[in-house]
Structures are given as C-alpha cells and as structure tokens.
C-alpha cells in the first residue's frame, strides 16, 4: 500500500523534445508494485505543452488544477479543474497550457514493460 502527497514525489522534466515547460511524476507505477496501471502526474507550466502525438494505448486524464486545451485529432477542447478525459488508443492528441497557473492533470495508462 502507498498514501503520499504526490508533491513529495521526484519530479522530472518530460524527456521528448517536442514538449515544453512539462514536468512528470509517476504517483504509481511498478516500484509500487501496480500490475495493471500506471499513474503519473503532469504539471505544464503556463505557455507549455506535451507533444503533438498518438500511441496504442489509451490515456484516462483528470485535470486536478490550472487551465488549458486538449487537441484531439483536429480539435480543440477546453480543460479545466474537475474534467475528464479519455483519450482512445491511437489518436492524435496533446495538452497545452493556456492559463496563468500551472496546469496539472493525473493521467493514467496501461504498464508497457511486460
């Protein structure tokens, strides 16, 4: 079992150079002992965003804070504190940062190291 402030988790700098202001903790994932899932923890700071990309696998999102836009396959969305997003595998999708704050948004996805 895990409880901690996710702030208490290493944060680090999202690794694809297409991102921008993107910092990334895993909350729970495989050295916790999570067979199925992962769950991380995004923070994009204001003017920032993730990649423009897809993948075969889905994405569960939960804005926590901040304000921004999902694009989704030629579309734009409005996000904020409480929303919810399921992104399906494969589609073409990023997150930006259109506020003043950070924005921060818990994303869950499938394990892909077995």
């Known amino acids: 079992m895990k409880i901690t402030?996710?702030?208490d988790l290493a944060s680090k700098p999202a690794d694809d150079?297409?991102?921008s202001k993107v910092?990334?903790?895993i909350a729970i994932g495989p050295d916790d002992g999570a067979p199925n899932f992962v769950m991380r923890v995004f923070t994009?700071?204001?003017g920032?965003?993730?990649p423009r990309h897809s993948h075969p696998f889905e994405h569960e999102v939960f804005v926590h804070s901040g304000s921004g836009?999902?694009?989704h396959e030629g579309n734009t969305y409005p996000i904020g504190p409480g929303h919810?997003?399921?992104v399906p595998p494969d589609h073409l999708h990023?997150?930006?940062n259109t506020g003043r704050e950070p924005l921060v948004f818990v994303c869950v996805i499938p394990r892909r190291d077995r």
Request: hydrophobic share 45%.
């Open 5 to 7: 402030p996710y702030k």
């Open 94 to 96: 990023q997150f930006l």
């Open 23 to 25: 910092a990334m903790r």
């Open 84 to 86: 919810v997003a399921y």
């Open 17 to 19: 150079p297409a991102a």
């Open 69 to 71: 836009e999902l694009f």
């Open 44 to 46: 994009v700071e204001p």
């Open 48 to 50: 920032g965003h993730s």
